[in-house]
């Protein structure tokens, strides 16, 4: 007599996975002060492996100095965009009185052209500013202390994270050699494939993000440049950088250049200019330069991109915006080398028959054996 493996039904699968999603859910919100920057810190602990390992090895250096050396790296690295980016918004400051001028006549053409086309009267326009502007100036005192709470809670953050990267970086490997040490031996080896491809995968997305926005920012810089655009070398920088954010940062993006635009006393033909531009090169983007940069190694399907980047924003905001396809990416390794979760993982990437076949032939190996099992009782 064949011992035939005890299957759950359906209902029992289902249950089971709603619960550990509502569950996980649930960590994510109310854990968010702990896990957003221990993942950040995981992030950037995978991208500056390479860099400790240099001064560990190639300068003889100790493990506690090769990592807070490599915090100290990357602190410099991005000291040094944000004071790029500061030294074009000093110069976009000093144009604040042209921008105000500006701002004033766009706003009343907009008005005029409110009052043409939905028949409401400049006065019934003013007593609604007014009335808004009086709600807005007795809200002021509590906007200023969400803004100053705001910006002690983001200090602490990036304190946070940078404490945490060096210690990821001071104890990866005990924290490896702890990982396979969970598993059985007979697993080791498949785990240690699953840590590398994580720290491949995590390390090119991240690295190829990066080579992106500057492509990126480059084209709309050059492009801005050649119609004329004033602060062209800021409004490039700006789309780059938004553009990290999939599909959501490209309409920021969009919606700033323009507004910039429009405060330099443009014409409407260098706004539609910019506003044509910046589509173009984020058509480009999605089509040539995301596939051959990043690679086909992170293969997420844009409906979970997507979905990914909305749930991300409903848990943690604009961090969980940016987490949300390197997370996918590392649950669909855990996927495709773990048994039972093989389609969830061929779910959430490309569609791929060589990918498929393996689960497909199991499929029919395990109704093969079910049926011979099924005969020989018979008999």
Known sequence: MIASKYTAPFYTKLAMTLVSAIALGYIFIHGKLILSPLL???LFSVVLIPVANFFEKRLRLPRSASSGLSVIVMVLFIVGILFFVGTQMTNLAQDWPLFKESFLVSSKNFQRWVGSTFHINMSEQLDYLHTATDKLISASTAIIGTTVLSLSSFLLFIVFVLIDTFFLLL?????????????????????YEVLEKIQYIVRKYITGLFLQMVIVASLCCIAFAIIGIKYAILLGIITGLFNVIPYIGIFTALLLSVAITIGTAATTT????????IIIVHLIDSNFLLPIIVGSKVKINALITLLGVIVGEMFWGIPGMFLSIPIIAVVKII???TEGCKPWGYLLGEEDDEELKPILNKNVEKEVVITEAEDLKKE
Do not use: C, G, M, P
């Open 270 to 277: 260098h706004i539609i200019l910019v506003a044509v531009i």
């Open 40 to 42: 950040f810190s995981f």
């Open 171 to 191: 104890y990866r490997r005990h924290i490896i050699k702890f990982i396979i040490a969970v598993f059985t031996e007979e697993h080791s080896a498949t785990v």
């Open 335 to 337: 996927f495709d080398h």
